[in-house]
């Protein structure tokens, strides 16, 4: 009685498969749940007499957890309870699996069928699962949900599963994350907002959306059918960011002889496109970078930290103010360079690359370099000012930026002169886009085309912000200054 199943491979011997106890709530012993204590017989899912406890099996798991999250080939599914079913969205909104699809991929989007076949499928590749619908009127624990444990997928639930999970066993809430609302980012949101009206309005403008390759060769990252995903060589993790930043400039150079300025953005940011081109326009495209600068970010040499730096990657400096610091880098969110310093920081990173032109781009040969991406490309462009090169960091236009998508938090925050903004839900990318779009018909913005990108006055934003409440340290007074100055609605 004291001895808790929770799943018995297929493959066990008779002697190991004679356990016997049932995992149910404690007031109902005979909730049909999952166990060891029936009749020596396979009970397919669902075919279970009702007073019966129903006998999952699985295939049996040598080792725990790290075999088994090697073989994994995907990172995130969704599964619906049913078609009707839904995931909470933000601010009270719901998600359907047409909505998902749309916004994710539709090749990781499962819906309940009944089948052992589509549970398997939904949870015995993927690293993580989310658990969409209303579970409150089924058997507890959900079917779903013994199915994503059992193939090592954790999953993410409603909030009331998760309370009620610790009923079950104490240990089970560790194996689940309770989830109140969620919002699921693709590359169509982009395609679909500021990315659609780049290619209408400058034609010259190629955009692509670039993502490392698979673990697992059969497994593609995103659909390419539209023609504009690049696949390069280097195994997808967080740990390959710095490498795989730089073959991005790498295959760029290669690919484009003609080209004049590259333009680098993270997928979760809304940009106002035409006040960066008419930017770029009046810049010289002369051993030029632009964007928002980190001037004194220190490496974090932790090695538990997913930011680590070892002393090889990047050496320990001594700047006589701030110690052990990165050198000047731009942010990732958004930056522009130069085609001459593109082909000049792709020769001194593939110089390394000649020497051992056989080492797979995965994770072992990251470790060669600073990480992650942002201040790998900066320590390449400080060596080439070391060697004599003459560089223009232009980080003039900060105000420009805003890594809130909010008008009322007190750091980096959004305002009538903000052209790029970080951190964006695709709902709200598409809010943004839309008032842009209503701005523009009404010609209220028709003469930024002759205005300095630095002065212009663009629609307020505000009626699509996030609400960021901020955590104060209790040492001092946050910091105040007046939001009129920016934004004379609010």
Not at 160 to 178: E, N, T, V, Y
Not at 181 to 203: H, I, M, N
Request: aromatic share 12%.
């Amino acid at each position: 009685p004291g001895c808790h199943v929770l799943y018995v491979s297929g493959q066990m011997s008779p002697e190991l498969n004679s356990v016997h106890g049932v995992l149910s709530e404690a007031e109902d012993a005979l909730l049909p749940v999952f166990s060891a204590s029936v009749p020596d017989q396979d009970f397919a899912p669902g075919t279970a007499s009702p007073k019966s406890p129903r006998r999952f099996y699985f295939d049996a798991v040598p080792e725990f957890p790290a075999a088994v999250a090697f073989k994994k080939k995907y990172v995130l599914s969704v599964y619906f309870l049913s078609p009707e079913s839904y995931c909470p969205g933000a601010n009270n909104t719901q998600l359907s699996p047409k909505m998902v699809k749309r916004d994710f991929s539709a090749q990781h989007v499962y819906i309940e069928d009944g089948t052992h076949e589509t549970r398997e499928a939904a949870f015995k590749h993927y690293h993580f699962t989310m658990l969409c619908g209303d579970f409150s009127s089924s058997s507890f624990p959900p079917l779903p949900l013994v199915y994503s444990l059992a193939y090592v997928a954790h999953a993410m639930v409603p909030e009331f599963i998760h309370w009620k999970s610790s009923r079950m066993f104490f240990h089970l809430p560790d194996a689940a994350q309770g989830v109140r609302s969620t919002a699921f980012a693709g590359l169509e949101v982009v395609r679909e907002t500021w990315g659609r009206g780049l290619a209408g309005k400058a034609p010259a403008v190629v955009q692509r959306f670039f993502v490392g390759k698979a673990a697992n060769s059969s497994h593609a990252l995103h659909d390419s059918s539209v023609g504009d995903v690049v696949e390069l060589p280097v195994v997808e993790s967080y740990r390959t960011l710095n490498i795989k930043a730089l073959s991005m400039l790498s295959w760029a150079h290669r690919r484009y002889p003609n080209l004049q300025w590259l333009v680098r953005h993270d997928d979760d940011v809304y940009l106002r496109a035409p006040a960066l081109l008419a930017q770029l326009a009046s810049r010289p495209p002369i051993r030029y970078l632009w964007g928002m600068f980190d001037h004194g970010s220190s490496p974090v040499r932790d090695p538990a930290h997913q930011h680590y730096n070892s002393y090889e990657q990047f050496p320990k400096q001594d700047h006589p103010a701030w110690g052990d610091i990165f050198p000047p880098y731009a942010r990732g969110l958004l930056w522009a360079m130069s085609a001459d310093l593109v082909a000049a920081t792709v020769k001194e990173f593939m110089a390394d690359r000649e020497e051992q032109p056989d080492v797979p781009l995965d994770e072992a040969a990251a470790d060669h370099l600073p990480h992650p991406d942002d201040p790998a490309v900066g320590v390449l462009i400080a060596g080439l000012v070391q060697r004599g090169m003459s560089i223009n960091l232009d980080d003039r236009d900060f105000n420009s930026f805003s890594l809130n998508p909010s008008c009322n938090s007190t750091f980096s925050n959004i305002h009538n002169r903000t052209w790029v903004v970080h951190h964006v839900q695709p709902e709200t990318m598409r809010c943004m886009w839309d008032l842009d779009n209503a701005e523009e018909a009404k010609q209220i913005s028709s003469q930024n085309s002759v205005i300095d990108a630095s002065s212009r006055i663009f629609p307020d934003l505000c009626l699509c912000s996030t609400d960021v409440v901020e955590e104060h340290d209790g040492e001092e007074e946050p910091f105040w200054y007046d939001k009129s100055r920016f934004n004379n609605a609010r």
